[in-house]
């Protein structure tokens, strides 16, 4: 079963507007990844957060992490058309790494 | 520039004839995945292999089958496809297990007729 859900599931936003998207888990994790997907592609990754860390940042991307609400937000700052893709979140919460993502949100830019 | 490697991108095959999908890396990573993603949907992982160790996740259908020749190179055998088997199929590489940042190939789509 899915650990993450996503939400919302679909976003659409103008080019220099700033996109936010919410993923909730169940259980307790040693990490929470987020990734990014063009459509027809493999994953590509964007940023690692650790159990014991509140906030990460690179480049025009923050993911928060609230492990008291089981939580995790990506925010993407000055929205561009090439940040159009799907977006996953995915928990590692087992001993050998085992990764569980969520359904995704998809987000549209449009210039 | 080290990557993860996938061939075909795009494979169609007939109900019920075995397909091969393949992946290969450059990372020399220990850990290799395959995860089967349909449509507007999350991956989900059908086995890993941590060097030659296979581990086969509870739900993987009998029908799928994996190969490790070597640390480069790992095969996704469906020994007899159906339709509900049309997906993409992702293959992963980490350097380890726990903790760790997974790299993915492009993925291979399987069209099933």
């Known amino acids: 079963s899915q650990q993450g859900e996503e939400d919302p599931q679909a976003l659409s936003i103008q080019e220099g507007e700033n996109a936010t998207m919410n993923c909730s888990y169940k259980t307790s994790i040693n990490n929470l990844q987020w990734y990014r997907q063009n459509s027809g592609r493999g994953l590509v990754h964007l940023i690692l957060i650790r159990s014991n860390e509140r906030e990460k940042h690179s480049g025009r991307l923050r993911v928060t992490l609230d492990t008291s609400k089981k939580s995790s937000s990506l925010l993407i700052t000055a929205s561009r058309a090439a940040d159009t893709a799907s977006y996953f979140c995915a928990t590692d919460a087992n001993s050998w790494g085992k990764l569980q993502f969520g359904a995704g949100t998809q987000v549209v830019v449009t210039p | 520039d080290a990557m993860v490697i996938q061939n075909p991108r795009y494979q169609v095959t007939q109900f019920g004839k075995p397909v091969t999908l393949s992946c290969s890396q450059t990372?020399?990573?220990?850990?290799m995945y395959w995860y089967q993603q349909k449509s507007s949907q999350a991956p989900k992982l059908l086995f890993h292999y941590y060097d030659k160790d296979f581990n086969n996740e509870a739900d993987t259908p009998d029908n799928f089958q994996s190969r490790r020749p070597n640390t480069s190179f790992c095969f996704l055998d469906i020994r007899s496809p159906g339709l509900g088997d049309a997906a993409m199929y992702l293959c992963a590489t980490s350097p380890r297990t726990a903790q760790e940042t997974q790299y993915f190939g492009p993925g291979t789509r399987l069209l099933v007729l």
């Open positions: 990372l020399n990573h220990n850990v």
